[in-house]
């Protein structure tokens, strides 16, 4: 079995607060996407959350589990318009998102999300995106507040 490449495909850095980070015109020449994030938010009301595709449709399915205030969390969500892939809060967050076969045309999307806030939470969840598109765009954003300067994301395209 070949090692898997990890080749970048982009990287935005804030230069100042903004509501959203988009990544557009996603080639299909890779099997997965790893989207790597470090930042934090300008108020913890909200985690960062995942439009896929312009797509704020009830058609997303979140599974996650936590360990918040060091006792075990979990939840799910049917039919969701916004799912939260980061944690919301002001304190340093750092996390990976894996997209699964991202161009595949033949089943749903799956996503894998590992992350944790600086010294105190570390959570995983799973979202299926009911919807046989490839991904061609990755929107990260914040309804009501911003991602603060100097945040990081970083695309990767993932060939097996």
Partial sequence: MPTPTYTPLATVTLASSAASVTFSSIPATYRDLVLVYNGANSDSAQGLLLTLNSDTGSNYNIVSMNNSSNTPVSSSESNSNTPN??????ARTSGVAQFMD?????KHKTVL???NVEGSVVRATAIRWANTAAITSIQIRRVSATIN???????YGIAS
């Fill in 85 to 90: 892939i980061f944690f919301g809060t002001t």
């Fill in 102 to 106: 991202y161009s595949a045309t033949d």
């Fill in 113 to 115: 999300i590992r992350d």
């Fill in 149 to 155: 300067t100097g945040s990081t994301f970083n695309l």
